[in-house]
Each structure stands twice: as C-alpha cells, then as structure tokens.
C-alpha cells in the first residue's frame, strides 16, 4: 500500500513536469510567432527626396532666427544650458561649447564672448536631434504640423515641463519663429519680436 | 512567527529610511566643506558658496532660501559689498528686494516669497546698477552659476562693478568681508 502511495505521488509529479515542460515550449514558440521576419525590400531612405528637398529643417533660417530666441529664452546655465540636457542650447551668456575641431579645449568664457557659427551649428543639431523620426515626420509634412515636436510641445505646457510655461499659446512671437522655421518660411518679424520678450 | 513578523518590521522602517536618503544631495553638500575658521553658521557664513544647496528644501539647514546669493565689489577679488539692493520680480509681477550685509550675502527665505520662474535681476547701489543679461530658470543659488573663475560654464562670481578698483572693503564687519574662493584673482 504504502509503494503503491509513493507510486503515483513519483507518477503525479513527472505529470506536472510534463505539463511545465510543455507550457514553456508553447510560450517560445508564441513569442517566436510574434517576432517579425527580416523584411530585405524594407529600407530606410536618407537623403534629398526625388524633388530635390531634403527633411531636414534649413540651418541657415535657424540661424536668422530661431537660435537667438532659444539662446535667449532657454539656455540658461540653470537650464538648457548643461551638458547633460537633452536639449543643449550654447549661448553666449550661458553655457559655451567645447572646441573639438582645435586643440579640445573650452575657448569662450559665459558672459564674455560672442556666440560662435560652431555653437549655432551645434544648437541645430541638437534641436534637430532632439527626436529625429518625429521631426522627419514633421519634415516630411512641410512642418504642418510642428506641435508633434517636444520643441513646441513642452514649452506650451501641452506636456510636462520643469522650466514651466514659456510660450503663451501659438500666437506666441518665439512659437511663430519656431513653426515658421520648420516651414520653410521664417517669420523674421516673430523672431525679432521673441528677443524682445523678458 | 512573532520574530518573523519583527523582522520584517525593521526591514520595512530600514527601507523606508534609506528611500529617504539622497546620495546625490549628502555629496553636494559634503563637497561644500566645513565652515571658514572665525565665522560661525549664520548670516556671515560661505560668502560666495551656493546658498539653496543646504538652505534649500533638502536641507540641512533648517532655514529655507528662495534665492540666496553674494555680491563682490569687482570681478576680480573676492571682496564682499555691503548695502546693495538686490531687485527680483518673478513671472508673476511679483517683487521682492533684499540687501546685502558686510560679507556681500542677502537672502529672501521661501516663507517671505516664493517666485514664479523666470526671475529678472538688477543690482543697485547708489548711482550704480547692473542688470543680470540673462534670467534665472530655476536656480535659487545665485553662486550655483556664479562661480570662480568665469570659464565655459560661469560668468564668475557677480560684482557691482564690471572692472576692479581699489575700493576699501567694508568696515566694522564682524567677520573678513574677503572670500577664499577658489579661482578668485
């Protein structure tokens, strides 16, 4: 009786295994039904569209514009202006940039020295770089739609933003020099106007 | 089962207690250093240190500082100006004023004022007045940026007069009105 009790507890327990064993081999393959096939035909095109037009935001209008108002309204060295923030914003009374093409080292002094065409340059990429699909998106979209963008979004509130409200709404003079740049047709006028905000 | 119960207990409050504990925040203020010999905890203390870093809401100091900071007299020494009156107006419109004392700190604790980021400045004292070029995001320490020697990330310490002379530095200051800054000329 008491080998026949031992029995089927041995018997209940490969029973379970069994059972885990095959759950786990169901789980595998459910996860390996969801992974999806390396598609060769699908690619990624970077570069001018067939038109001639590229995606990317035009830097000689960033530098009209839209860089004096980010140097002004956010780049302060309590702000934008640090190295670690996502958005890094050079200016000339805050954060200055790192000199990689000479001799690496920190040539303009905060408060001093005049904003150089590397840290315009620099800012550009940043805020390009900011989130490069959703600004190819945009691009992509003749800068219809610019409220996709953190850009726009954060400093209108419509999501969380430490430095708080900047912009009032889109009649904003810094909101119209922005969207205005992601279309192609800086509003020179905004952009003036924006610096002229305290 | 009691003792299990106990256990747990004091791994809960242990628990809770370390969540509370900022090792970023202890090393900042670690990092500050002890108090000059001859000049005691209080209004006359770390001239040109970054107040809000203690006198903020983390502690340790039991006061809490909206906007704390020190003026010099020039860019280059590290001599504290006494009587000058720090205008501050939030996005709000609201205003506060704060003098300095003999060591060149003023403070407005978070009791009296708690502004509305960004702040505009202007210092002023007598026929001279200078206004800050940028405003302040959100930093309460003005010496947070402020610091010595001006460099990428610093427009050096703040100074009534943008160039130095040879002002006398404040009398009868029952500490030396003459910060040991690092970087300062």
Same mark, same amino acid.
Not at chain 1, 80 to 87: F, N, V, Y
Not at chain 1, 142 to 149: E, H, I, T, W
Not at chain 2, 172 to 177: M, T
């Given at each position: 009786m008491k080998i026949s009790r031992e029995s089927a507890r041995a018997s209940e327990a490969i029973d379970v295994r069994r059972v885990a064993a095959s759950a786990c081999v169901l789980g595998f393959l459910a996860i390996a039904a969801c992974v999806s096939v390396p598609d060769k035909d699908r690619q990624t095109y970077v570069g001018p569209l067939a038109n001639g037009q590229t995606l990317a935001p035009d830097f000689t209008l960033y530098k009209s514009g839209p860089d004096a108002y980010l140097g002004k309204r956010c780049s302060t060295l309590d702000c934008? !202006?640090? $190295? !670690?923030?996502? $958005?890094r914003i050079f200016s000339p009374q805050g954060l200055r940039a790192f000199d990689a093409s000479g001799a !690496?080292?920190?040539p303009l002094t905060s408060g001093k020295d005049l904003e150089s065409d590397d840290e315009k340059r620099q800012n550009f990429l940043s805020v390009v770089g900011l989130e490069p699909e959703v600004m190819t998106q945009v691009m992509s979209n003749?800068?219809? &739609?610019?409220?996709? $963008?953190l850009l726009l979004k954060k400093p209108l509130l419509y999501e969380g933003h430490?430095? !708080?409200? *900047?912009? *009032? &709404?889109?009649?904003d003079p810094g909101y119209k020099c922005l969207a205005s740049w992601l279309q192609g047709a800086l509003d020179q006028d905004a952009c003036d106007k924006s610096l002229l905000v305290r | 089962m009691k003792a299990t119960f106990t256990l747990l207990c004091f791994g809960a409050a242990l628990l809770a207690i370390g969540s509370c504990a900022d090792p970023v925040h202890d090393l900042q203020v670690k990092a500050l250093g002890g108090e000059a010999p001859n000049i005691p905890a209080g209004d006359y203390h770390r001239a040109g240190q970054p107040c809000t870093t203690c006198h903020g809401q983390y502690g340790p100091a039991t006061k809490q500082f909206a906007i704390g900071g020190t003026i010099f007299h020039? @860019?280059?020494?590290a001599i504290g100006e006494e009587g000058v009156r720090v205008e501050m107006i939030d996005a709000t419109g609201s205003q506060r004023n704060a003098t300095t004392n003999c060591v060149g700190n003023f403070f407005v604790p978070t009791s009296d004022w708690d502004p509305a980021y960004p702040v505009l400045v202007m210092i002023r004292k007598g026929a001279i007045g200078r206004t800050m070029n940028s405003h302040i995001g959100r930093e309460g320490s003005c010496n947070q940026c402020h610091k010595d020697p001006p460099s990428f990330d610093s427009p050096g310490h703040i100074s009534l007069v943008p160039n130095e002379d040879n002002a006398p530095p404040p009398q009868?200051?029952?500490?030396? @009105?003459v910060a040991s800054l690092p970087g300062a000329r």
């Open positions: 934008h !202006g640090q $190295l !670690g923030r996502g $958005l !690496g080292y920190f003749g800068g219809a &739609d610019p409220q996709k $963008l430490k430095g !708080g409200q *900047v912009m *009032v &709404d889109i009649s | 020039g @860019p280059d020494k009868d200051c029952p500490v030396s @009105p």
